[in-house]
T-cell receptor, first 116, second 111 residues
Framework: DTGVSQDPRHKITKRGQNVTFRCDPI?????LYWYRQTLGQGPEFLTY????????KSRLLSDRFSAERPKGSFSTLEIQRTEQGDSAMYLC??????????????FGPGTRLTVL | DAKTTQPPSMDCAEGRAANLPCNHS???????VYWYRQIHSQGPQYIIH???NNETNEMASLIITEDRKSSTLILPHATLRDTAVYYC????????????FGTGTKLQVIP
C-alpha cells in the first residue's frame, strides 16, 4: 500500500503523560499536513511542512505541541503533558508541489488519542 | 477561504442518485469548489473539484451553477459504502493550501 500511513492507530494515555505520533507520507510527496478532528466536527488544520521546513502553525498548536519532519520524509507530532481536551483524532495528509493545478491532499487513517 | 453551507444530514435509497447541495455565495473568482468525504473511522478522501464547468469522474459528478454561488455533488447510484460525511470546500487551487473543513453533510444510504 503506497498511501499515507500513521502509527499508532489508537493511543490511550493518562493525563499529564507525553505522546508521540508518526506519519509516513506518500513517498514522492514533499508537503505534509497535520489536522485534528473532534467528535462531530470536521478536521482542523494544525501545521504544514514543505520538505523539512515547518511553514505554518495554527493557533490551535499550543506550546505543548511540537511537530517535526527532520529529513523531509516522515513526520512526528508530540503532545507534552496531555490534557483531556487533547482527546481527538489526529490526521496526517500529504501532497506534491509538482501538482501545480490541483493540490489534492491524501489523508492517512488517523491516530485516535484518548486522554483519561 | 469562502464559507460553505451544507445540510447536516440526508438519506438516500440504495441504487438511487444522491444529490448533495452546497451553498458558497461568497466564493471569489479564483476559488475552486472541492468535495471530500469521510467514511467512519477513516481519513477524508478527495472526490472531485471544479471551477466553473461541470465535472465528472469515476466517483461522482459536480454541477456548479452559472453564478458559482452553489453546487451539487451527485453520486449516480448510491451504495451502502457511500454512507459518509461529505464536505464541500472552496479554496484556491495549486500551491500550498490547507483545507478548511466545515461540519459537512452526513449521508445515510438506506437499503
Amino acid at each position: 500500500d503506497t498511501g499515507v500511513s500513521q502509527d499508532p492507530r489508537h493511543k490511550i494515555t493518562k493525563r499529564g503523560q507525553n505522546v508521540t505520533f508518526r506519519c509516513d507520507p506518500i513517498s514522492e510527496h514533499n508537503r505534509l499536513y497535520w489536522y485534528r478532528q473532534t467528535l462531530g466536527q470536521g478536521p482542523e488544520f494544525l501545521t504544514y511542512f514543505q520538505n523539512e521546513a515547518q511553514l505554518e502553525k495554527s493557533r490551535l498548536l499550543s506550546d505543548r505541541f511540537s511537530a517535526e519532519r527532520p529529513k523531509g520524509s516522515f513526520s512526528t507530532l508530540e503532545i507534552q503533558r496531555t490534557e483531556q481536551g487533547d482527546s481527538a483524532m489526529y490526521l496526517c495528509a500529504s501532497s506534491s508541489s509538482k501538482d501545480r493545478d490541483h493540490n489534492e491532499q491524501f489523508f492517512g487513517p488517523g491516530t485516535r488519542l484518548t486522554v483519561l | 477561504d469562502a464559507k460553505t453551507t451544507q445540510p447536516p444530514s440526508m438519506d438516500c435509497a440504495e441504487g438511487r442518485a444522491a444529490n448533495l447541495p452546497c451553498n458558497h455565495s461568497t466564493i471569489s473568482g479564483n476559488e475552486y469548489v472541492y468535495w471530500y468525504r469521510q467514511i467512519h473511522s477513516q481519513g477524508p478522501q478527495y472526490i472531485i473539484h471544479g471551477l466553473k464547468n461541470n465535472e465528472t469522474n469515476e466517483m461522482a459528478s459536480l454541477i456548479i451553477t452559472e453564478d458559482r454561488k452553489s453546487s451539487t455533488l451527485i453520486l449516480p447510484h448510491a451504495t451502502l459504502r457511500d454512507t459518509a460525511v461529505y464536505y464541500c470546500i472552496v479554496r484556491d487551487s495549486g500551491g500550498y493550501q490547507k483545507v478548511t473543513f466545515g461540519t459537512g453533510t452526513k449521508l445515510q444510504v438506506i437499503p
